[in-house]
């Protein structure tokens, strides 16, 4: 797993059914609103929702969709929960008119409650971190000459 910037990563494995690499990312942030799942088609359905991710100056919202048996997966959390979502990106032309147009999806297809900065689960109170350990005992040890 590559860490690709810092919220995300970038996962690569190979789908030995269809012989094909899929691109897999992880994203963190708080789930900003969550839709009522939505029967498409007599064999589609989906559900969508938003996760909010602070991004520096700017804060970024990502729909993402969950389909299928994945669409029970948002039941335990509600809005405001901090979340780990792990998605696949795809997209696809669609022709109109003579024009194409390109749709992009956040297929995602797993979410955790996120840990705070000590590991611990979302909501447990924050424990001060203990001090960095030495490298050595003391200045005296410190006579390398560099």
């Known amino acids: 797993m590559a860490k ?3 919220n995300s990563y970038l996962c ?3 789908d030995k059914l269809f012989n094909k690499v899929i691109m ?4 963190q ?4 609103e969550v839709f009522e799942e939505q029967q498409v088609s007599d064999k589609f359905k989906k559900r969508e929702f938003v996760l909010e991710i602070p991004d520096g100056s700017y804060t970024q919202y990502c729909k993402f969709q969950l389909t299928q ?3 029970n997966l948002l039941d ?3 809005t405001g929960d901090e979340v780990k979502v792990t998605f696949n990106l795809s997209g696809k032309p669609f022709v109109k008119n003579g024009t ?3 749709f992009t999806n956040l297929q995602a297809w797993r979410l955790e409650g996120a840990s705070n900065s000590y590991g611990a689960p979302a909501g447990a109170p924050s424990q001060a971190s203990a001090p960095a350990p030495s490298f050595y005992s003391s200045d005296a040890d410190n ?3 560099f």
């Open 29 to 32: 942030g708080k789930l900003y």
């Open 69 to 71: 048996d994945k669409c």
């Open 143 to 145: 006579d390398l000459p």
């Open 100 to 102: 194409t147009m390109y």
């Open 76 to 78: 335990q959390y509600k």
């Open 4 to 6: 690709k910037g810092r």
């Open 12 to 14: 690569t494995y190979t």
């Open 24 to 27: 897999s990312f992880e994203i």
